[in-house]
């Protein structure tokens, strides 16, 4: 089965209150998700909007395009860079901990990216940038650990 998943990330502040949307459609399925947190970036938006979408899929093994306006996601897999990340162990490179739990859902499937201009009429990447922002304007917002931690330690 084919999938495409749509995302977008977003963050007032950057860093400050930050969201992700997604849309996933197979065939006749469509699927939406969203989440928001106090304090985050967009990069950390963008890439966490494609983890959440891959580890939502029900079972392993399928055919994904991720179709993203983020060059920081989609050029980080497409030109191999993650790889070498990976291969130094993070070493300098910032979210680390969102990128080990990328390659660990990646894997599981055959992904590949394509990137779209942002904020360019596409109708599901305004679709997902909407859901992003209102992710996180909502009241009551989730605690991006992996970013307030990292930042804690720069203080």
Same mark, same amino acid.
């Given at each position: 089965?084919? %999938?495409?998943?749509?995302? @977008?990330? &977003?963050?007032?502040?950057?860093?400050?209150?930050?969201?992700?949307? &997604?849309?996933?459609?197979?065939?006749?399925?469509?699927?939406?998700?969203?989440?928001?947190? +106090?304090?985050?970036?967009?990069?950390?938006?963008?890439?966490? &909007? %494609?983890? /959440?979408?891959?580890?939502?899929?029900?079972?392993?093994?399928?055919?994904?395009?991720?179709?993203? @306006?983020?060059?920081? /996601? %989609?050029?980080?897999?497409?030109?191999?860079?993650?790889?070498?990340?990976?291969?130094?162990?993070?070493?300098?490179?910032?979210?680390?901990?969102?990128?080990?739990?990328?390659?660990?859902?990646? +894997?599981?499937?055959? /992904?590949?990216? +394509?990137?779209?201009?942002?904020?360019?009429?596409?109708?599901?990447?305004?679709?997902? @940038?909407?859901?992003? %922002?209102?992710?996180?304007?909502?009241?009551?917002?989730?605690? @991006?650990?992996?970013?307030?931690?990292?930042?804690?330690?720069?203080?």
């Amino acid at each position: 089965m084919k %999938v495409t998943i749509h995302t @977008d990330g &977003a963050a007032s502040g950057n860093p400050g209150p930050g969201g992700f949307g &997604a849309v996933l459609e197979a065939g006749k399925y469509r699927k939406e998700l969203w989440g928001g947190f +106090r304090l985050t970036t967009n990069n950390r938006m963008e890439l966490l &909007a %494609v983890i /959440v979408a891959l580890e939502s899929l029900k079972r392993p093994g399928l055919q994904v395009t991720v179709v993203s @306006d983020s060059k920081y /996601v %989609v050029d980080a897999v497409e030109k191999g860079w993650l790889l070498g990340w990976e291969k130094k162990g993070f070493a300098k490179i910032k979210n680390p901990d969102l990128w080990r739990r990328f390659l660990k859902v990646f +894997r599981q499937h055959d /992904v590949n990216f +394509r990137w779209i201009k942002g904020h360019n009429g596409h109708p599901l990447n305004e679709l997902c @940038d909407e859901l992003a %922002v209102a992710a996180s304007k909502q009241s009551v917002l989730e605690v @991006d650990e992996g970013y307030e931690k990292s930042a804690e330690t720069l203080l």
